[in-house]
Antibody, heavy 121, light 110 residues
Framework: EVQLVESGGGVVQSGGSLRLSCVSS????????MAWVRQAPGKGLEWVSH????????NHADSVKGRFTVSRDSAKNSLFLQINSLRVEDTAVYYC??????????????WGQGTLVSVSS | QSALTQPRSVSGSPGQSVAISCTGT?????????VSWYQQLPGKAPKLLIF???RRPPGVPDRFSGSKSGNTASLTISGLQAEDEADYYC??????????FGGGTSLTVL
C-alpha cells in the first residue's frame, strides 16, 4: 500500500524557516517524480513544487520561487521542502503527492495527510 | 500561473447529472491532454477522480467522467448521490514541470 506521511509543520514567525519532510512507503521511491501541493485555510489547492525521480530537475510556483527548495533522498525514501523567508500568506496545509505512474504529469494520485504551516506576523 | 476558472458552486438532485466546467488557456488546458479532477471532503486530502482528461484510476466509479474541448475541460457526475457532496478541483499541466489548479467548485446534493 502506498503511504506518504508528512511532518515538520508548525507555528513560525514571519521571516522564519521550516523544513518539511514526507516519508514514503509501499513503492520504490526512486522510480517516481514527486510534488508538493498546498491549501490555505478555506481556500483552494495550489501546486508548489516538483522534483524528478532522480532529483536532477526541480521547479517551483512563481509565488514561492527563490524562497522554497524541494529535494529528495532516495536512501531515506524521503521528500523535503525547505521553506525560507516565510510570509503570512504561506500559511497552509502542505501535502506531498505522487502520480499513478512514474510521472505526475497527468495527475496527483496519492496524497499524504498534510502538515500545517502557520505563519504569524 | 493564473488559476483555472471553475464555477463556485453547482447543485443537483439525487439521480441527476451535473457538469463542472474548468476554463484555462492555450498554455495549459488547451495545450496538453493532462487535465485531472479531484474530490475533497472536509478535512481530508484530495482524491483523484480523473487523470489525462478522461481516464479513471482504479476504484473510481464510472459515474465520474471527464472531457475537454479547446481551453475548457469538464467533469460530469451522473446518477448523483448524497455522498458526492464535496468540493471539486480541476488541475492542468502547464509545461516545464508546472501545474495550475482551478479555484474549486462546491457541489450540493439537494
Amino acid at each position: 500500500e502506498v503511504q506518504l506521511v508528512e511532518s515538520g509543520g508548525g507555528v513560525v514567525q514571519s521571516g522564519g524557516s521550516l523544513r518539511l519532510s514526507c516519508v514514503s512507503s509501499g513503492f520504490i521511491f526512486g522510480d517516481y517524480d514527486m510534488a508538493w501541493v498546498r491549501q490555505a485555510p478555506g481556500k483552494g489547492l495550489e501546486w508548489v513544487s516538483h522534483i524528478t525521480r532522480d532529483g536532477s530537475a526541480t521547479n517551483h510556483a512563481d509565488s514561492v520561487k527563490g524562497r522554497f527548495t524541494v529535494s529528495r533522498d532516495s536512501a531515506k525514501n524521503s521528500l523535503f521542502l525547505q521553506i525560507n523567508s516565510l510570509r503570512v500568506e504561506d500559511t497552509a496545509v502542505y501535502y506531498c503527492a505522487r502520480g499513478l505512474y512514474s510521472t505526475v504529469t497527468g495527475g496527483f494520485c496519492y496524497w499524504g495527510q498534510g502538515t500545517l504551516v502557520s505563519v504569524s506576523s | 500561473q493564473s488559476a483555472l476558472t471553475q464555477p463556485r458552486s453547482v447543485s443537483g438532485s439525487p439521480g441527476q447529472s451535473v457538469a463542472i466546467s474548468c476554463t484555462g488557456t492555450s498554455s495549459d488546458v488547451g495545450a496538453y491532454n493532462y487535465v485531472s479532477w479531484y474530490q475533497q471532503l472536509p478535512g481530508k486530502a484530495p482524491k483523484l477522480l480523473i487523470f489525462d482528461v478522461t481516464r479513471r484510476p482504479p476504484g473510481v466509479p464510472d459515474r465520474f467522467s471527464g472531457s475537454k474541448s479547446g481551453n475548457t475541460a469538464s467533469l460530469t457526475i451522473s446518477g448523483l448521490q448524497a455522498e458526492d457532496e464535496a468540493d471539486y478541483y480541476c488541475c492542468s499541466h502547464a509545461g516545464s514541470y508546472t501545474w495550475v489548479f482551478g479555484g474549486g467548485t462546491s457541489l450540493t446534493v439537494l
